[in-house]
């Protein structure tokens, strides 16, 4: 069993680069579960045709833990792909770090963590130890950081980064760095930038997803590219990345950059 | 600014903030106290108070009713929590409810003051007592005392009576110290009116401003008897008498404050002690070894004194016997001590 995690700045993409990858691996044939870690709970919502699935802390919430099952939690969308959402409590209530935790433990204890991929969607914006949760708790394996060319994503990548090393000197640590996915912008030089970014931190661009508007065509018809344009380019990017993800079997701890040199390098790269 | 944790100093006083508060808020007997928090919090604490409780011969079971904040509370917020068990409490009518918070609540944030300030029709008292945010236990101790005087009744003009502040309701002496002040007071010709606090109904405390003077029970409450110097103008002792000498300097202090004759009770006074003292003559010349766990005690100038006097020596061979964590009150702390001593010598 594959576990992975996409990592990376809030709004970067990671929930359609989720998706697209999870519906990829599914049209394999694989059995593949992804799991959104975000409040948000938009991470699987493409995959089921634009319905939100209930969350694991609601049904917590409303029914009590001992009384959840697992077919209430975890829901067949697109090409197979189970999905569960993590989902949180009202923003300013509580603590969301601890409900990552207590859906993982769920979970757990349902027998719901199989298959022969599991796709951790992790919430971008949060600086509490329940962001690096899946990772501490030897969830994630392979952590991918999705980053665009922009500064501020790197910035953040650098920083999820800066937890993958953290992680890696603890001695119970399964979790390091399967490569950075740039999911473009489409900014000049933004390849060259972030091949080098992830070359510099000890790490490997392992897929270039090219800005395109069948994305957001898809996204329209609540639907992944994968089901909504399955002979397209953006597609074949996917199922790529899908083949990538399975035989990657090159890991690193990563050594992050100090905020400097990621200024110089989005100099040197930007054609402004 | 955090005092605990220090090994070498670590004793029933310096634990959490909450154990601090809860010193003081169970002693209110209509109180009912809500600890906003896991059970363990208040477990741990029922224990402690009940053990003191019970050496004190009132073996009660302090009224601490925790919020029982379990993982669906952490994740989704303990207010409904805390708002269900305040009404629950409300329902059977008490004098007050405090409400203590702890380290978890104030992690997750819980606004707990927001939930206090609805109507439950009784009065309700927030004491925010997070351990974790660099408290100990006398400052939830301390921040009782303060709360609970702020919410007194002003007052025109000083009463007749003495008001006792902040006594130290787990240590094991406590009625005694209260009776050796007590007597020293009335000696003067002067009453104690509160306790403040100490054996008392919620309606009582709104006398904190009525009293003539304020006797602290150790100096570390200044802050206390500040406050309330400021808000009733009472003038206040900064604490307890300790040993023979602290009785004596204690009449003075009372005598000098309120503008009393204090020579004819300061001469009872000294007789007193040397008749007691002339009753452990048989003890002079005794060696003593001291448990090395309480052997700073010993620089305790009183107890110095004391064992100057009767010429006691210290030595590994003697008998041994261990001083007391708080220095002791009064003529008759020393009079106490010795009676321990006495009877390890003639073990
Ligand atoms: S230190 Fe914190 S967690 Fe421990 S008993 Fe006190 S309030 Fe509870």
Not at chain 1, 137 to 165: H, P, Q
Not at chain 2, 244 to 267: C, H, K, M, W, Y
């Amino acid at each position: 069993m594959k576990q992975i995690a996409l990592y990376g700045k809030g709004g970067i993409g990671k929930s359609t680069t989720s998706a697209n990858l999870s519906a990829a691996l599914g049209a394999k044939g694989l059995d593949v579960l992804q799991i959104g870690c975000d409040p948000k709970r938009d991470s699987t919502r493409m995959l089921m045709q634009g319905v939100w699935i209930p969350t694991v802390l609601d049904l917590i919430r409303e029914k009590g833990e001992d009384s959840v099952s697992t077919d209430e939690v975890v829901r067949k969308g697109f090409a197979g792909v189970r999905c569960v959402e993590a989902g949180g409590p009202e923003p300013g209530i509580g603590c969301a770090g601890r409900g990552i935790i207590a859906t993982f433990r769920l979970l757990e204890r349902l027998g719901a963590l199989q298959g022969d991929v599991i796709v951790y969607d992790v919430l971008g914006d949060v600086v509490c130890g329940g962001f690096a949760m899946p990772m501490r708790e030897g969830y994630a394996e392979e952590v991918y950081l999705v980053t665009s060319g922009e500064l501020m994503s790197l910035y953040a990548a650098n920083n999820i980064a800066k937890a993958v090393a953290r992680l890696a000197k603890r001695s119970k640590q399964t979790c390091s760095l399967a490569g950075v996915i740039c999911n473009a912008k489409n900014m000049a030089g933004e390849e060259e930038l972030v091949r080098e970014f992830a070359r510099r931190i000890n790490s490997e661009m392992v897929a270039y997803i090219p800005r395109s508007r069948t994305v957001q065509l898809a996204e329209v018809h609540k639907q992944t590219v994968m089901e909504y344009a399955p002979d397209s380019e953006q597609a074949a990017v996917y199922q790529e990345l899908a083949g990538r993800v399975l035989t990657n079997d090159r890991t690193s701890i990563p050594t992050p950059i100090e905020m400097d040199e990621l200024e110089d390098l989005a100099l040197q790269f930007a054609e402004i | 600014m955090n005092s605990k944790t220090s090994h070498s100093s670590s004793q029933r006083y310096e634990g959490c903030t909450l154990t601090g508060a809860l010193s003081i808020t169970t002693q209110v007997e209509d109180a009912v106290t809500v600890v906003h928090g896991p059970e363990g919090c208040a477990h741990h604490n029922v224990s402690l108070l009940h053990a003191a409780m019970a050496e004190q011969g009132h073996p009660a079971i302090p009224k601490i009713v925790p919020t029982r904040l379990s993982e669906q509370g952490v994740i989704f917020g303990g207010e409904e929590d805390l708002a269900a068990t305040l009404r629950a409490m409300a329902d059977r009518r008490p004098g007050v409810i405090f409400v203590l918070t702890t380290c978890i609540t104030e992690t997750i944030g819980d606004d707990a003051a927001s939930v206090c300030s609805e109507d439950y029709g009784v009065p309700v008292v927030l004491l925010p007592t997070a351990g974790f945010l660099g408290g100990c236990f006398s400052d939830g101790l301390n921040a009782a005392l303060t709360t609970m005087a702020a919410k007194a009744d002003p007052v025109e003009g000083a009463g007749e009576t003495v008001t006792i502040i902040g006594e130290k309701n787990l240590e094991y002496e406590v009625e005694e110290n209260f009776a050796e002040v007590e007597r020293l007071l009335a000696s003067l010709g002067l009453e104690v009116g509160l306790r403040f606090v100490r054996d008392v109904r919620y309606a009582d405390l709104k006398q904190v401003g009525t009293g003539r003077l304020n006797v602290l029970r150790e100096p570390s409450l200044a802050p206390v008897g500040e406050a309330l110097k400021e808000r009733f103008g009472t003038p206040y002792i900064s604490s307890f008498p300790i040993g023979l000498d602290g009785s004596i300097a204690f009449l003075e202090e009372v005598g000098t404050l309120l503008g009393l004759r204090t020579d004819g009770a300061v001469r009872r006074e000294e007789e007193r002690q040397s008749a007691m003292l002339d009753s452990f003559a048989d003890l002079r010349g005794s060696v003593f070894s001291i448990d090395p766990m309480t052997f700073r005690a010993l620089e305790c100038t009183p107890v110095r004194r004391v064992m100057e006097a009767l010429d006691l020596q210290v030595d590994s061979d003697g008998a041994g016997v261990s001083l007391p964590y708080s220095p002791p009150v009064g003529t008759a702390g020393i009079r106490r001590l010795l009676h321990r001593w006495r009877r390890r010598v003639h073990a």
